[in-house]
């Protein structure tokens, strides 16, 4: 069962639901358009806000759906730990599109939301300020990873959970290596800059 619902997760987190909706909204191949992220945030640069705002939900939805079941059949925290890693992980590299995916902070949110609510709530809130304040997601996007990942342990969750916080966190902050380059140099896209 354990080695099923891993599987499970690395599966439902490899569907690229950026992809599939810009490509039915008739949109260009998010991997060759603005930053080339198949994630929700290049979604608004190439099309609109109403599907950039789909996209984020369904990377939650598909996060929180996946946890859920697996803290539903009674495996230990240790098991629905990789779970969690396992769909951020299809989403960063998801089968479908050759390991080629988004950088898994939307779908990080959905599986810790219902591992640890005030953990996330508290990410998404250290998100929400740092993107209002500096206009970048990326930086939003790490500050909140390294957020849950402190909270996390501060809060004396189990240590699958924190491992798990940390592990998913390192990843966040790989996968914005270029963002954070960009960054420096003063040439990263603000929110909502169009391509």
Known sequence: MSVFLIIVGYLVGSIPFAFLLTRQFGSSDLRYVGSGNVGATNVLR???RLTAIIVIGLDVGKSCAV???AK??????AVVASVVTAVVVGHVFPVWLKFRGGKGVATAC???LVLVPQATVLAVT???AMVFL????SLGSI???IVLAFTVYQTGESYPVVVSAIGIAGLVIYRHRSNIVRMRKGSERTIGQRI
Not at 72 to 77: K, Y
Not at 134 to 137: G, I, L, M, W
Request: hydrophobic residues 40%; aromatic residues 12%; charged residues 10%.
């Open 46 to 48: 190439a099309t609109n």
């Open 67 to 69: 946890v859920l079941l």
């Open 72 to 77: 539903s059949t009674g495996v230990s925290d």
């Open 110 to 112: 959905g599986g810790f």
């Open 126 to 128: 250290t998100f929400s």
């Open 134 to 137: 500096t206009r970048y997601v």
């Open 143 to 145: 500050a909140a990873s």
